[in-house]
């Protein structure tokens, strides 16, 4: 048997070791434990559960283990031989009515404080009270899409005018995906087949992360998504501005650039900065449309006019003279 003090020293260094680990795990998340602060009031309404829930826990966490110590060194066996009993304690009829009765309360208030909070959660009380504009996004291997009410597309990255409702309808082109950007709002699914809403109205300015939250396939993980709010004079002026040339140049880096690099230099996809196929609108045109091999169908439902202006900007960008149909 240890002597008490080295065995006190071997204790203590597990506990620092242990709020070490801890401290950095804090650490590492953005804000600690904490969730990103919200920039809606659906993000807020989340953190307000999440404060809620961790407070609960955090209390039982602290009930269970203060008792499970004080009850190891009360009743430690004190050289008693391993072979006698120790004291025999009978049970405790008003103790157990009230450790059965206590959780039960405990997840009522839970769950009633989250059905309060819940329509705050998916905006649906900003949907009911405004006729707002509605933003398609689509979830694609491996990129976002977005449609505006004019028409026009953006990928990867999304803009909102700032303080004012904007209603999205997510949507998927080919497998299960997940729309989540956390200072803007809990996930939504990207179901195929399926049309699910959401309602967010931006109270911050600035720039949003979020990503892909279904595992979807080989590049998941790059299936990232910024959202950015800017004053709605400024959203509406370059809602306007946007050309096809711009859907061009979005389409190749957020779609072609994460497997054939930003320089069609190849990465997961082979190189095709020099491939005969550039030149070919109609091989593209199937390429697109229906993948090939490890390629998916990334243009599986493009309009034809984002096909159309996708095809022009490879063949300007890798200066290449069109052929075929
Ligand atoms: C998820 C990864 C991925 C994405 C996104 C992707 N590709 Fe591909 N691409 C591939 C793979 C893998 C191949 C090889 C297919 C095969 O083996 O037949 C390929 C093949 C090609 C080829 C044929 C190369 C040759 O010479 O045979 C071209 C051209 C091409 N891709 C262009 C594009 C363009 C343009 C985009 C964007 C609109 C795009 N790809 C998006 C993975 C991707
Ligand atoms: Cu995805």
């Known amino acids: 048997m240890p002597a008490p003090v080295a065995r006190f020293r071997r204790v203590l260094t597990c506990v620092a070791l242990l709020a070490l680990a801890l401290a950095g795990t804090a650490a590492a998340g953005n804000g600690g434990v904490a969730p990103p602060s919200p920039a809606s009031p659906g993000a807020a309404h989340i953190r307000t559960v999440y404060w809620l829930i961790l407070a609960v826990t955090a209390a039982i966490f602290l009930l269970v283990e203060v008792t499970l110590v004080v009850f190891v060194v009360r009743y430690r ?17 008003k103790l157990e009515l009230a450790w059965t009765a ?46 505006y009410p004019n ?19 997510i949507v998927s082109g080919d497998v299960n995906h997940s729309w ?31 990503q892909c939250a279904e595992f979807c396939g080989m590049l998941h993980a790059q299936m990232l998504t910024s959202v950015e709010v800017v004053p709605p004079a400024e959203y509406q002026t370059w809602l306007k501005a946007r050309t096809a040339d711009d859907v061009g140049h979005d389409t190749f ?21 020099q491939s005969p196929l550039l030149a070919d609108r109609k091989a593209l045109t199937l390429l697109f449309r229906q993948g090939r091999n490890a390629m998916p169908a990334v243009g599986s439902d493009w309009s034809d006019q984002q096909l159309n202006a996708t095809i022009d900007y490879l063949q300007k960008r890798f200066k290449v003279k069109p052929s075929g149909g």
């Open 180 to 210: 989540w950007v956390p200072a803007l709002g809990g996930k939504v699914d990207a179901i195929p087949g399926r049309t699910n809403r959401t309602s967010w109205r931006p109270t911050k300015l600035g720039t949003f992360h979020g």
């Open 151 to 169: 028409g026009k597309v953006a990928i990867d990255d999304l803009r909102l005018p700032f303080d004012k409702v904007a209603h999205l309808e």
């Open 77 to 93: 066996s004190r050289g008693r031989a391993r072979k006698v009993e120790g004291a025999q304690i009978r049970g405790h009829t």
């Open 253 to 273: 880096n957020g779609v072609c650039a994460k497997c054939h690099g930003m320089n069609g230099q190849g990465l997961i996809g082979p190189p095709i900065a």
């Open 102 to 147: 206590g959780p039960v309360l405990i997840l009522a208030v839970i769950v009633g404080f989250v059905f309060y909070e819940i329509s705050g959660i998916n905006g649906t009380g900003v949907s009911a009270a405004t006729s707002a504009p509605t933003i398609r996004i689509e979830g694609h291997q491996y990129y976002w899409e977005f449609t």
